[in-house]
């Protein structure tokens, strides 16, 4: 049997016509006609019903395309991955990631990544909102907290601690709090996807806060830059606030009391093949990642 004549009566399967077919492997729709019929032969079975415009397999066509046409594309695919292997890497990579996440942590670990490997350019969607990934064309998606997503394979990145912080000025105002329950005698910049606040006691004491809110953003930044004014108390990511915290700007408490951490996660579609440019992005991260560890 030619695996050529084979490979031609897969794709006329595929295109829904020879003359389909032709035009998509840039022959004449006598050669196609040729390569199937000569298919026919050497098998000795009639494999389809054809026109120029249509055809319609029969019995014995429609299990043998079944049975070849997953060997044909676990071929391709072996191939596919052989080339991301040997050639350089290129192409487009669409990325989305929380908006404080990527201006605090993440951004830094992409431009490292864009250096390494100047032929892979990224498309970066930098949201506080869960946007839809298929729609969306992503690629690589980055999320904070739990996640379930049918066929997509969510990897844990990082388990993200926080801290409870406010300015010199507002404790000089309205006091230090030594524990939770005294939260609720101040007021409190919280963020939109984390409006209630979990502690756990130095002798595993569990508390639920849901203070005073003051204000309520979606963007981690703006509520860090509202505790340096001196407007409330706020319970952010390390990533946020460590650098204001070492120069002094915030203030840490109640340090026997830890803050419910948040994973966060690396997501990707749930594939057999994973493109080289987003497989090599994949694994740059997780590199980085290790070294927080």
């Given at each position: 049997?030619?695996?050529?004549?084979?490979y031609?009566?897969?794709?006329?399967?595929?295109?829904?016509?020879?003359?389909?077919?032709?035009?998509?492997?840039?022959?004449?729709?006598?050669?196609?006609?040729?390569?199937?019929?000569?298919?026919?032969?050497?098998?000795?079975?009639?494999?389809?019903?054809?026109s120029?415009?249509?055809?319609?397999?029969?019995e014995?066509?429609e299990?043998?395309?079944?049975?070849?046409?997953?060997?044909?594309?676990?071929?391709?695919?072996a191939?596919?991955?052989?080339?991301?292997?040997?050639?350089?890497?290129?192409?487009?990579?669409?990325?989305?990631?929380?908006?404080?996440?990527t201006?605090?942590?993440?951004?830094?670990?992409?431009?490292k990544?864009?250096?390494?490997?100047?032929?892979?350019?990224?498309?970066?969607?930098?949201?506080?909102?869960?946007?839809?990934?298929?729609?969306?064309?992503?690629?690589v998606?980055?999320?904070?907290?739990?996640?379930?997503?049918?066929?997509?394979?969510?990897?844990?990145?990082?388990?993200?601690?926080?801290?409870?912080?406010?300015?010199?000025?507002?404790?000089?105002?309205?006091?230090?709090?030594?524990?939770?329950?005294?939260?609720?005698?101040?007021?409190?910049?919280?963020?939109?996807?984390?409006?209630?606040?979990?502690?756990?006691?130095?002798?595993?004491?569990?508390?639920?806060?849901?203070?005073?809110?003051?204000?309520?953003?979606?963007?981690?930044?703006?509520?860090?830059?509202?505790?340096?004014?001196?407007?409330?108390?706020?319970?952010?990511?390390?990533?946020?606030?460590?650098?204001?915290i070492?120069?002094?700007r915030?203030?840490?408490?109640?340090p026997?009391?830890?803050?419910?951490?948040?994973?966060?996660?690396?997501?990707?579609?749930?594939?057999?093949?994973i493109?080289?440019?987003?497989?090599?992005?994949?694994?740059?991260?997780?590199?980085?990642?290790?070294?927080l560890?």
């Amino acid at each position: 049997m030619n695996y050529q004549d084979l490979y031609i009566f897969l794709k006329v399967v595929e295109r829904g016509s020879f003359l389909s077919a032709s035009e998509s492997l840039s022959v004449p729709t006598s050669t196609v006609s040729r390569k199937v019929q000569q298919l026919e032969h050497d098998l000795g079975y009639k494999l389809m019903h054809r026109s120029a415009r249509k055809m319609v397999l029969t019995e014995a066509g429609e299990k043998f395309h079944n049975r070849c046409q997953p060997l044909f594309t676990e071929l391709e695919f072996a191939a596919k991955e052989l080339d991301d292997e040997l050639a350089e890497p290129s192409g487009l990579l669409r990325v989305t990631a929380p908006v404080s996440l990527t201006n605090d942590l993440l951004a830094e670990w992409f431009f490292k990544f864009m250096e390494r490997f100047p032929r892979i350019n990224l498309e970066l969607i930098v949201v506080n909102r869960n946007i839809d990934l298929v729609e969306e064309g992503v690629d690589v998606a980055f999320r904070i907290g739990d996640v379930h997503m049918q066929n997509w394979i969510s990897r844990p990145l990082m388990e993200s601690s926080f801290s409870v912080c406010a300015s010199d000025d507002y404790l000089s105002r309205r006091g230090i709090p030594k524990h939770p329950e005294e939260l609720y005698q101040h007021t409190l910049i919280v963020s939109r996807r984390t409006p209630v606040w979990n502690f756990n006691g130095p002798l595993g004491e569990k508390v639920k806060i849901a203070g005073q809110v003051r204000l309520k953003v979606d963007e981690l930044n703006l509520a860090a830059r509202a505790a340096e004014n001196g407007l409330g108390i706020v319970n952010l990511p390390d990533y946020v606030v460590e650098k204001l915290i070492s120069a002094g700007r915030l203030t840490k408490l109640m340090p026997s009391w830890q803050p419910h951490p948040r994973d966060v996660h690396m997501l990707y579609p749930e594939r057999k093949y994973i493109p080289g440019k987003a497989r090599l992005f994949i694994e740059f991260i997780m590199s980085q990642a290790q070294e927080l560890s």
